[in-house]
């Protein structure tokens, strides 16, 4: 255990610009499965996203038995984040306290992206999948002030390339697609369709802006042509 402390320790940092193999998503897009070269080690490790906490096993090439980590995250920028990272042995038998784990190292810094898999990720990578969940929209209203809004994602339907949902409160329906590099979301009321166009910035927050256009006769769909001005808008995650 304390070669593979000193091995984390000393490697990690350089060592993730090369590693090799991969990485997936969980179905629920709650956390990302890592299973990548570190150095001389291999890391089969799982990185949740509400917390960024991260917590697996480090193989050992020799073949010796693997050893465990537990990291929480104590910080994070759109391209790095920094991480106290906790090791032990099998517990033999139990009880197994907390005392087993032996702090390994504060403060190390790693790339996000070595944690999500190539051109994915947190900082205006989102996707549509990313969007499952509930939001706080904040809309500039006109004349001052903000307009706020709370929508959940609850779905994804087309082959995943469509969230839909509904605003809490009213129940109307939502709906979510990729257009171009952005996303397009539509609010389906009564007579017209609230419209957003909007990106990612970061995992957690959507910037974009807020238009209106009609609803199509005899259809529950929302026409393209916007009506009146545009307003700015940002929205984050609430659950």
């Given at each position: 255990?304390?070669?593979?402390?000193?091995?984390?320790?000393?490697?990690?940092?350089?060592?993730?610009?090369?590693?090799?193999?991969?990485?997936?998503?969980?179905r629920?897009?709650?956390?990302?499965?890592?299973?990548?070269?570190?150095?001389?080690?291999?890391?089969?490790?799982?990185?949740?996203?509400?917390?960024?906490?991260?917590?697996?096993?480090?193989?050992?090439?020799?073949?010796?038995?693997?050893?465990?980590?537990?990291?929480?995250?104590?910080?994070?920028?759109?391209?790095?984040?920094?991480?106290?990272?906790?090791?032990?042995?099998?517990?033999?038998?139990?009880?197994?306290?907390?005392?087993q784990?032996?702090?390994?190292?504060?403060?190390?810094?790693?790339?996000?992206?070595?944690?999500?898999?190539?051109?994915d990720?947190?900082?205006?990578?989102?996707?549509?999948?990313?969007?499952?969940?509930?939001?706080?929209?904040?809309?500039?209203?006109?004349?001052?002030?903000?307009?706020?809004?709370?929508?959940?994602?609850?779905r994804?339907?087309n082959?995943?390339?469509?969230?839909?949902g509904?605003?809490?409160?009213?129940?109307?329906?939502?709906?979510?697609?990729?257009?171009?590099?952005?996303?397009?979301?539509?609010?389906?009321?009564?007579?017209?369709?609230?419209?957003?166009?909007?990106?990612?910035?970061?995992?957690?927050?959507?910037?974009?802006?807020?238009?209106?256009?009609?609803?199509?006769?005899?259809?529950?769909?929302?026409?393209?042509?916007?009506i009146?001005?545009?307003?700015?808008?940002?929205?984050?995650?609430?659950?």
């Amino acid at each position: 255990m304390r070669a593979l402390f000193a091995v984390l320790a000393l490697v990690v940092a350089p060592a993730v610009a090369g590693a090799q193999s991969g990485v997936q998503w969980t179905r629920d897009r709650a956390a990302t499965l890592v299973s990548k070269d570190v150095g001389s080690e291999r890391w089969a490790i799982t990185y949740r996203l509400d917390d960024g906490h991260v917590t697996g096993n480090v193989f050992r090439t020799d073949g010796g038995p693997a050893s465990f980590i537990d990291c929480d995250r104590t910080s994070v920028t759109d391209t790095d984040a920094t991480f106290d990272c906790y090791g032990a042995d099998a517990c033999e038998a139990a009880p197994c306290p907390e005392s087993q784990y032996t702090l390994i190292r504060s403060g190390i810094s790693l790339p996000i992206a070595f944690f999500f898999p190539p051109g994915d990720g947190p900082g205006g990578t989102g996707t549509v999948a990313d969007l499952l969940g509930t939001w706080r929209f904040t809309v500039d209203a006109v004349g001052g002030g903000t307009d706020t809004f709370t929508y959940r994602f609850d779905r994804l339907e087309n082959d995943d390339r469509r969230a839909v949902g509904e605003e809490v409160g009213s129940g109307d329906d939502i709906t979510a697609r990729a257009s171009g590099n952005d996303i397009e979301m539509f609010e389906q009321e009564n007579v017209d369709c609230r419209k957003y166009v909007f990106h990612f910035d970061g995992l957690d927050r959507l910037e974009g802006k807020q238009s209106f256009t009609a609803r199509v006769p005899f259809s529950d769909d929302c026409d393209t042509f916007e009506i009146g001005d545009d307003h700015a808008f940002v929205a984050e995650r609430i659950s």
